[in-house]
């Protein structure tokens, strides 16, 4: 048996101090089902100590008022760390999350670094201030960081998500409170322990794991100047309601429903693998940006169901841990329901089961769905309208362009997609055409020098790139004296 990952203190302020409270959380292995970590659950005094430390630090300290060449060595620090130790980082991933191997280097730990590096790209290029002639004479525009930052992540894709937030926020001067996802906080805890390596000043970052009910304290609290979040709808309009109380700056990256395109003169060969890396392959299906709509021309629709068929049927299920693993469990029992929930409603709603349905009869222990294509699916089922999180993909069928792209935008969400043809310069004039914030041609990519987020009710802002590094920015105009005239 694995012996269990256990953390007994938080990381406050940059110090390891005991906890408030003496609850702890238990991470459970998808794949033992067994218990493999314990950490301490974080309560609101531990939340008080945090913001005060980050409040401190951010009003009174020398992070946010270093030269940002100095901020930039320290987080270049940190993401050599990650880089240089991804593939410890990889094994804690998949053992926490059951992400197959193969994605926990990739997906989990190396994306991070990526995240880390471009950020660092971005701030490189990045002016404190610069001078333009206003209408009334010269003005000085400033950029000074927004203060103190809640970053709140979640179970799915973590150190991509921290990256996402905690690289730009740092760079920008920011402090900022980690709240990881209950489920999966041993990677953030991990991470904390190079932060401190790298020499951030005290105060400067705190890890707090916990529960709903802490993480709503903190976004309530008023020392908090902005949060960014990552994770559900709901928990997205619940964090705007709660920070609007103190008008505190919000970004929210959620979730989506995107769709992938394929139009008549799509080569299959470039299709098929991409749809499957950006579905099953995707963490196990378990990622917001998974293309779970696809949308196949009529004329093409057997040939595209019967191919996908035999892509999705011959996906190797199983231990995460094993480098030829493609589709590992789902995070939680709870998930693993939810999928197999969706494919019973998806059965009622009259859509067909192409492959896959359920539960793989030889993987009894863990919490495993089979990579499942619906066919014959329209676009008002709930299957194809609301966000399943797994291996459970859409087939529809549609006549013409105009309804391809009518179906790709008669959807809640706008936050990833695809468009496959030959004619890439028509491709792309169809991605243009599609309201989302992310969209591949021919294939399926997330950059992390661009930015990423969605519209609609896939959120709020941008991360990545130089207009991830801008969300952490505050802007002052200084209106200077005009010019004595002659």
């Not at 990650?82 to 926990?104: D, I, K, W, Y």
């Not at 009259?350 to 676009?379: I, M, Q, R």
């Not at 599609?434 to 959120?459: M, Q």
């Amino acid at each position: 048996m694995t012996d269990i990952v256990e953390r007994r203190t938080l990381f406050i302020g940059g110090q390891w101090v005991e906890p408030t409270g003496p609850d702890t959380i238990d991470i459970v292995s998808p794949v033992t089902e067994q218990v493999v970590g314990r950490v301490p659950h974080a309560t609101p005094a531990d939340v008080d100590k945090a913001v005060a430390a980050a409040r401190e630090a951010f009003d009174n300290g020398p992070w946010p008022r270093l030269p940002l060449a100095e901020r930039i060595e320290v987080v270049t620090r940190i993401k050599d760390a990650l880089a240089a130790r991804h593939q410890e980082l990889a094994e804690l991933v998949t053992l926490q999350n059951g992400s197959p191997m193969l994605f926990s280097v990739r997906g989990q730990a190396l994306s991070a670094v990526g995240a880390f590096a471009t950020a660092l790209a971005a701030a490189a290029r990045f002016t404190e201030e610069d001078e333009r002639q206003g209408t009334g004479g010269p003005v000085l525009v400033r950029r000074e960081p927004i203060g103190v930052v809640a970053a709140i992540t979640p179970w799915n894709i973590p150190q991509l998500t921290i990256a996402g937030k905690l690289a730009p926020a740092l760079l920008a001067g920011c402090t900022v409170i980690l709240k990881p996802s209950p489920e999966t906080p041993l990677d953030a805890l991990w991470l904390a322990d190079l932060c401190a390596e790298a020499g951030l000043p005290e105060g400067v970052l705190s890890v707090l794991p916990a529960d709903r009910e802490t993480s709503a304290y903190l976004v309530a609290h008023p020392g908090i100047d902005k949060v960014a979040f990552t994770g559900s709808v709901g928990a997205g309009k619940a964090i705007m309601a709660a920070a609007a109380q103190n008008l505190t700056r919000v970004s929210l990256e959620l979730g989506g429903k995107s769709a992938a395109i394929l139009l008549d003169d799509a080569d299959l060969s470039v299709a098929v693998p991409a749809i499957v890396g950006g579905t099953c392959a995707a963490n196990s299906g378990q990622a917001c940006v998974a293309l779970t709509r696809v949308l196949v021309p009529a004329s093409r629709y057997d040939e595209v169901a019967a191919v996908l068929t035999g892509a999705f049927a011959s996906l190797k299920v199983g231990d995460p841990a094993d480098p030829t693993t493609v589709v590992g469990p789902m995070v939680t029992r709870n998930q693993q329901q939810r999928n197999l929930d969706y494919i019973r409603i998806g059965q009622e709603e009259g859509a067909k089961v192409l492959t896959g349905g359920g539960v793989p009869e030889s993987l009894t222990t863990g919490w495993y769905v089979e990579p499942t294509l619906f066919g014959d699916v329209t676009n008002d089922m709930r299957i194809a309208r609301e966000e399943i999180f797994g291996p459970v993909v859409c087939l529809i069928r549609y006549d013409t362009e105009d309804e391809a792209v009518a179906i790709a935008n008669d959807s809640d969400f706008g936050l990833s997609g695809a468009v496959f043809g030959a004619d890439t310069g028509r491709a792309t004039e169809v991605a243009r055409r599609i309201r989302t914030g992310t969209i591949t041609v021919n294939g399926f990519r997330l950059d992390l020098a661009a930015p990423f987020g969605g519209y609609k009710h896939s959120g709020i802002g941008r991360e990545f790139g130089p207009e991830g590094l801008s969300g952490y920015f505050e802007y002052k105009t200084v209106n200077l004296p005009a010019p004595a005239r002659a």
